[in-house]
């Protein structure tokens, strides 16, 4: 089977599709702080606290770029080394950008809602009696490895170009 990707291109295609399945899952899960209201558990994620996992049945879908660089494992030249170069540097640039959202959730622990489950203490950059969550690590897990193993690797992923006399 003929494939555009080197051996360092398919270990790319695979760590991208990992580290993007990752920081999707971390991103979305609403696990990012615990805490405890009223005696019961609460968390809070990216977009809303929660008391309870909600599954959305209507969003089971993900698409990622990273399934483009995948097909490239099968598919002989549809990964050359300038186009693994571009997807890199995209990589890293979304890397960058969750990784800056990371950086970032802090400044909204003196939110109310975050207040009164983690105490009146609680501020920014200041969790009070509250935990910060797996998916807050898996989140910025996975902009990590995008921006420092991906976008190396990205370098190396596609063959050289063949020069066809003309």
Do not use: N
């Amino acid at each position: 089977m003929a494939s555009s990707l080197t051996c360092t291109g398919v270990i790319w295609a695979l760590l991208s599709f990992l580290c993007a399945a990752t920081s999707c899952v971390g991103f979305f899960m609403p696990y990012w702080l615990w805490g405890s209201q009223l005696g019961k558990p609460v968390s809070f994620g990216t977009f809303r606290r929660c008391s309870y996992p909600v599954h959305d049945e209507s969003r089971q879908m993900m698409v990622m770029v990273a399934l483009t660089a995948l097909m490239g494992c099968c598919v002989s030249e549809l990964i050359s080394r300038t186009v693994g170069r571009v997807a890199g540097g995209i990589q890293f640039l979304g890397g960058l950008l969750i990784g800056a959202g990371c950086a970032l959730y802090p400044l909204g622990w003196d939110s109310e809602e975050v207040r009164q489950t983690c105490g009146y203490i609680s501020g920014q950059f200041d969790l009070g009696k509250c935990e910060i969550g797996w998916a807050y690590y898996c989140t910025g897990a996975g902009a990590a490895a995008a921006i420092l193993l991906c976008t190396w690797l990205a370098c190396f992923s596609g063959k050289k170009q063949k020069q066809y006399p003309y």
